[in-house]
């Protein structure tokens, strides 16, 4: 039978039940349903990354600052053209049907309890850096992402960067020979708020803000933004923006953990002003290689202002210094050039928000970037790094066991006691 006559009697045997049939078109994909936790700085720069990549809605947002949420609640509906529902807890926010994904970027303090119950909702989550404020909230994370083998993608949104990338490439292909020490740094003189103690704003829930943490007196130098150097709530720049290095040398160098830490420094400019170090050196013991991190709040930062914030390569062959946008590469002896590569990655907050989207589209978690698991190797490094210089003790670290060996004061750290009304996981 020809194509054509076929066509014809399939046509007039269907005509007679043809009203009877409904015919399903396609349609627009459905939009993710996105509820924000944190609206302020940071969250907002996410979520504005998820619009950008598109096929999302904000939906909810909650926060503790009733004017972080009007205004956050303001500027995305100008931005998406429908406004987000408004909670001032996040378990409100939880409960809400047709949600489908969650944004955590609130203080670190509160990272894991809204993870954790993100897990039992079955959300699909996307959660800022570092994954946790203690080493033991951040196993019990890995293992309610576990439990609810949902999406998760945690923010080292520097993974996405061009100039890193190549970073790998060139090391990989023995441009610097081989490596056997790496040197990070970011120097900076951060503009510090005021320390006195004072009434928080009318608009701030303060006790709630606190939650789980110790709920220090109220002062602008420790509340919005400033809180990343403050011990009880940030644990200090390593952990706040130097993690980001140490993250990406891991990636570079295939690391996982270091075996041994050892830190030193302490608050020499800025004492009363903040409470973790505004200097620090830690040596890092990784299997390829020594890292060393070190800082200064302070001064003049590097001789070269250049070298203030980045990542040196030392190989047998040259050095390799890298940034987000860019690498610099010095070989080795007297004569050795410079050769400058400019790497500029302008969306690598959009690109790591697109991974976790595709991700979530196809219920794919081998694609995603970062997971739980690796973000833990990056963020329980830097929190041993801290426990170090806590205690002034070399810390040695069995990833195996997930214990400090034969060092009972830093052990003791690993977990940071919740205040009464919370329950640590």
């Not at 269907?14 to 009877?20: E, F, G």
């Not at 904000?58 to 408004?86: I, M, N, R």
Request: some cysteine; charged content about 25%.
């Amino acid at each position: 039978m020809k194509r054509r006559k076929f066509i014809q009697i399939t046509a007039a045997g269907s005509a007679a039940v043809a009203t009877n049939l409904i015919i399903a078109i396609p349609g627009p994909e459905a939009k993710q349903k996105i509820g924000l936790i944190g609206a302020g700085w940071y969250g907002m720069v996410i979520a504005k990354a998820a619009l950008k990549v598109g096929g999302v809605e904000v939906v909810a947002v909650c926060d503790v600052d009733s004017d972080h949420l009007t205004s956050s609640a303001d500027e995305l509906e100008k931005l998406q053209g429908t406004k987000p529902k408004t909670f001032k807890y996040y378990k409100d926010l939880l409960d809400m049907k047709g949600l489908d994904t969650v944004f955590i970027a609130t203080p670190p303090h509160w990272h894991a309890l809204i993870f954790i119950a993100a897990c039992e909702k079955g959300l699909d989550i996307y959660c800022e850096k570092p994954l946790s404020y203690d080493i033991q909230e951040g196993l019990a994370m890995i293992n309610a992402a576990e439990k609810a083998a949902n999406i998760v993608q945690i923010g080292f949104q520097r993974r996405q960067s061009a100039a890193f990338s190549r970073t790998k490439e060139l090391i990989d292909s023995g441009r610097i020979g081989n490596i056997h020490q790496v040197n990070a740094q970011i120097h900076y003189n951060p503009e510090l708020k005021d320390y006195t103690i004072q009434p928080p704003p009318a608009s701030l829930d303060w006790e709630e803000w606190c939650g789980p943490a110790p709920r220090l007196d109220y002062r602008p130098g420790i509340g919005h933004i400033a809180w990343r150097l403050e011990k009880e709530y940030g644990n200090g720049h390593l952990v706040d923006w130097g993690i980001h290095h140490i993250d990406i040398i891991r990636q570079i160098m295939g690391e996982g953990m270091p075996e041994n830490i050892y830190s030193s420094g302490g608050i020499f400019e800025l004492k009363g002003k903040i409470t973790t170090p505004d200097t620090l050196t830690s040596d890092m013991s990784f299997k390829r290689a020594h890292v060393i991190w070190q800082h200064r709040l302070w001064g003049k930062g590097d001789a070269s202002g250049e070298f203030n914030n980045g990542i040196f390569f030392h190989g047998d062959k040259g050095i390799l210094f890298a940034t987000d946008s860019g690498i610099s590469i010095f070989d080795a002896g007297k004569d050795g050039k410079r050769e400058d590569l400019s790497l500029p990655s302008e969306s690598i907050q959009e690109d790591h928000m697109k991974n976790f989207l595709d991700a979530v589209k196809t219920r794919n978690k081998k694609t995603i970037s970062c997971t739980p698991e690796d973000a833990f190797k990056s963020t329980a490094t830097v929190q041993l790094a801290m426990i170090s210089y806590y205690t002034g003790t070399l810390v040695k670290w069995d990833f195996q066991k997930k214990e400090i060996i034969a060092n009972p004061d830093a052990s003791k750290l690993l977990l940071r006691e919740y205040r009464p009304k919370y329950k640590h996981p």
